[in-house]
């Protein structure tokens, strides 16, 4: 006989799940643990989800941490209380707006509309872009409450307007208001932020625009072929050698083996691990140079060389 909701009660109980998979929301900083539980005052065996979040009690017992594991543990302290930022990235007819948080980019609203031109006459243009206007500054406004950094970016002149009618509107975004010009718009004009430095202040302490930085200047060594390294077999030389400054590992080569000995090595000789996101566009980048790369400290050729 089914209970009824009502007379439903929920108690605390301790369980231990043998992790089969481990997700994170970035955004709502949640992770699902997920696997059979193996001890507990019930359904032993079944399969069952822990959903954690930031203050939850939790005990994780592994057999022993990785070079990686370790790097990801000390940023994770490091960066406790990241400031939510919220990044506009604007043109007429096609805009953007992402939260940045930790390693978090999360899309919050790509907003595109056909706007009259010219020909249709300056009346309905100017009726058109008025309303567009309207339309992105209630978006943003709606955004930008819990944001610390509202920046706003783009190649015309619309992030200006765009600023000047968030302050109108409300006095209280002044603080947070920063303006950018990049050549794009959209979510290719947000990442173009991200990586340029150009917003390094307002960006300062998030780790999404410092995995973008690094890529880039993993990109810039390569052109010099002895500022660089890629690859686990021409990565780990280079930590043998002592030149590697920051290695730069893709998430799902993590469980890699060979990667695995390189991350511990370079933990010892003290470079620092950085581990990359899979699903942006930096974690694209340093997929195809083998999902691991290092930025050299000083410059050092490999006797068997893949970086050409």
Do not use: C, N
Not at 264 to 291: K, N, Y
């Amino acid at each position: 006989m089914d209970v009824a909701a009502a007379e439903r009660t929920r108690r605390r109980v301790w369980l231990v799940v043998a992790t089969d998979s481990v997700e994170f929301h970035g955004f709502s900083q949640h992770v699902r643990v997920s696997g059979p539980i193996v001890d507990g005052p019930f359904d032993l065996g079944r399969h069952h989800t822990l959903d954690i979040g930031v203050g939850d009690e939790v005990a994780w017992l592994k057999p022993e941490l990785s070079g990686a594991d370790r790097s990801l543990l000390e940023e994770g302290l490091q960066h406790r209380g990241d400031p939510e930022i919220l990044i506009a990235s604007v043109d007429w007819g096609e805009s953007s707006l992402l939260r940045v948080r930790g390693r978090a980019v999360e899309p919050i609203v790509d907003l595109r509309r056909t706007l009259a031109g010219k020909q249709f006459g300056a009346t309905q243009a100017s009726k058109d872009r008025e309303t567009y206007l309207t339309e992105l500054v209630a978006l943003v406004r709606r955004s930008a409450r819990e944001a610390s950094v509202v920046a706003i970016a783009g190649p015309g002149f619309l992030k200006e307007e765009l600023s000047r009618r968030l302050i109108e509107e409300d006095p209280s975004l002044k603080s947070k208001i920063r303006v950018y010009a990049t050549a794009e718009s959209g979510r290719s004009g947000a990442d173009e932020l991200l990586r340029s430095g150009r917003a390094a202040d307002a960006l300062r302490g998030t780790v999404a625009a410092e995995e973008a930085t690094l890529v880039e200047a993993l990109i810039k060594g390569l052109a010099s072929r002895v500022r660089a390294a890629v690859g686990a077999e021409e990565v780990g030389e280079a930590v043998d050698a002592g030149a590697v400054e920051t290695l730069l590992v893709g998430e799902s080569h993590l469980a890699d083996p060979d990667v695995s000995q390189v991350l511990d090595r370079a933990r010892s000789g003290r470079a620092r691990i950085f581990v990359v996101r899979d699903t942006e566009g930096p974690g694209t980048q340093l997929r195809s140079f083998g999902g691991i790369a290092a930025i050299l400290r000083y410059d050092w050729t490999s006797a068997r060389p893949t970086t050409g």
